[in-house]
Nanobody
Framework: QVLLVESGGGLVQPGGSLRLSCVVS????????LGWYRQAPGQERESVAHITFGGGTNYADSVKGRFSISRDIAKNTVYLQMSSLKPEDTAVYYC?????????????WGQGTQVTVYS
């Protein structure tokens, strides 16, 4: 079992910045990928950014150039730095981890943190 605890959400005006944090209960070398998803009201959950075991990153087109994912292995923490925020970035943001073990793939989710961009 892998526990993920997010923090850092809040209210921000358009153009502002926020940094989300996710503390992971498992060692990073036991995980395949770490990342962030988001879900706006009435919409499906969508992928925002991911970082692989090897440190490779990928982003949704809608956030490229504005969001940056990083990790601190010593602190078992993954971050999402969000800049130039737009009202359409408003959503609940979820931390996600994928673990491959014994040929089995398992997904873990945090409880979510609300990000609201308002003018």
């Amino acid at each position: 079992q892998v526990l993920l605890v997010e923090s850092g959400g809040g209210l921000v005006q358009p153009g502002g910045s926020l940094r989300l944090s996710c503390v992971v209960s498992a060692s990073f070398d036991s995980l395949n990928t770490l990342g962030w998803y988001r879900q706006a009201p009435g919409q499906e959950r969508e992928s925002v950014a991911h970082i692989t075991f090897g440190g490779g990153t990928n982003y949704a087109d809608s956030v490229k150039g504005r969001f940056s994912i990083s990790r601190d292995i010593a602190k078992n923490t993954v971050y999402l730095q969000m800049s130039s925020l737009k009202p359409e970035d408003t959503a609940v943001y979820y931390c996600h981890a994928n673990q491959l073990y014994g040929g089995r793939s398992t997904d873990y989710w945090g409880q979510g943190t609300q990000v609201t961009v308002y003018s």
